[in-house]
């Protein structure tokens, strides 16, 4: 019998994860914890997917984004439900000036915090991380995506020492949950993707939580567009490293 790969992806935001959990019919899945993540399961692209969301926090009523959250909801999904891949998929800010709004990219480079500063001897690398990622270059060919070097950190807009660090380590997007999900993935030993779409500019002279909330429909539609895509694709490279016993 063929095993069917499963694929989870990680969203911070209901927004984010909300189109691609209508375009696969996604259903609610039921587990019991205690935390306000949510579940989605779709059979679907020769996979089994599995859509999780931070969840809304019960104190704040918003989204639980950033790193904390991120982390948790990862290690859940890698403990209990053991995925093939883990993907982190959502939103993120272009520190590249030649990105635009809505172009959706694949990390291709190991994923840094850029505001964990720990200038403390061997702390230091300890808090930049550098956590490894999946990309397999024939798919991003395929699937239209450019590459990038993807930097998170807790903070929406960006301070000077921010600047400094993206501009150290060569970040072209920062957003504030791929690299706690990848340090997670490297611990269970589980191949992990990165794929976001621009939703601002990484400036200091904006309002950048008026500019995100202007552009993020756009960008949640052309990365859902390129996960739709992604998916069977991703599906078929597990078919081809793993063939059924004989």
Known sequence: MIKKPTIALIFAMYAEAQPLIEALAASPKAFDTPLPMALFTADTAGAEVLIAVNGTDPVYGVDRIATEAAAVTAFVVLQQFKPDYLISAGSCGAVNPELRVADVLWVDKPVCFHDHRIPLGDFEPFGVGRYPVYFDADLAQTLALNSACLSSG?????????????????????????????????????????????????????????????????????????????????????????????
Not at 184 to 208: E, G, M, W, Y
Not at 214 to 224: F, Q
């Open 154 to 246: 807790n903070s929406l807009d960006v301070s000077d020492a921010d600047l400094l660090q993206l501009e150290k380590i060569g970040s072209d997007i920062k957003e504030m949950e791929a690299a706690a999900i990848a340090r997670l993935c490297q611990d269970f030993n589980i191949p992990f993707l990165a794929i976001k779409a621009v939703s601002n500019p990484v400036r200091q002279d904006h309002d950048t939580g008026e500019v995100f909330e202007r552009n993020l429909s756009l960008a949640v539609t052309a990365l859902t567009e390129k996960l739709q895509q992604l998916l069977p694709l991703l599906s078929a490279c597990y078919d081809k490293n793993h063939p059924p016993a004989r």
